[in-house]
């Protein structure tokens, strides 16, 4: 299926790593300009400069997500760089799991009002884009009481609700918001990676509660989240995609 990405211009935030590096890879596999962010400058001008191998323009740069103005710069660089904006992914999370007051203020800074600032500062664009879409990257922990039931799981169910909300809203502007909500994901230098070495009976016992016996790849929540991004989801307005190979049991009504 052709997607229908070539030449669309997208920003993804914390594009350099796991899910959202995945996400900006597939992005320009499929032909769109990709603009990414981290909290290292040289991680995202290096990877950017590897995108750009794709034949695709490619911006990548230093980015705190909850800095509002900056983040705000970098979406208005990217947009001047690229001649505008079709695409935003939301993906950066502080993953605070903590039930102490810094725990729950990061994760209201950079989860979601890390998102609601990226996405303010490209409405401007994305209202004269013929394609427009946003994504946000929730959680299974939104839907579902699990170890990251305090800060984490609290403001990734806020994303569900805060995207639906834009979904309703932004309609009809034709602007798409839609969010994945990914089950455990593996990779190397990732969270639960960090818990298989660190933690390995919480790691076995997350592993166990997965029918499929295994934890999802960041290629498989990059490909829902690109196909919810695409014009081949035109009519797609206000989901959140469930990715977690039977993980959750709560039925979606």
Known sequence: MDLGLKGLRAIVTGGTKGIGLAIAETLAAEGANVALCSRSAGDAEATAARLAEKGVETYGAGVDVADGPALAAFVEKASARFGGLDIVVANVSALAIGNDEESWNKGFQTDLMGTVRLVDAALPYLEKSGAAAIVTISSVSGREIDFAAG????????????TQGLAFTLAPKKIRANTV????????????????????????????????????????????????????????????????G?????VQL
């Not at 800060?151 to 805060?162: D, I, N, R, T």
């Not at 039977?246 to 709560?250: D, H, K, M, V, Y």
């Open 246 to 250: 039977a993980l959750t049991r709560g």
């Open 181 to 244: 909500s990914p089950g455990n994901t593996y990779f190397k230098g990732g969270v639960w990676d960090q818990i298989e070495q660190g933690n390995p009976a919480l790691f076995e016992q997350a592993l166990a509660l997965n029918p499929t016996g295994r934890m999802a790849t960041p290629q498989e929540i990059a490909n829902a989240a690109v196909f919810l991004a695409s014009p081949a989801a035109s009519f797609v307005y206000g989901t959140n995609l469930v990715v977690d």
């Open 151 to 162: 800060p984490y799981g609290v403001f990734k169910a806020a994303l569900v609700h805060y």
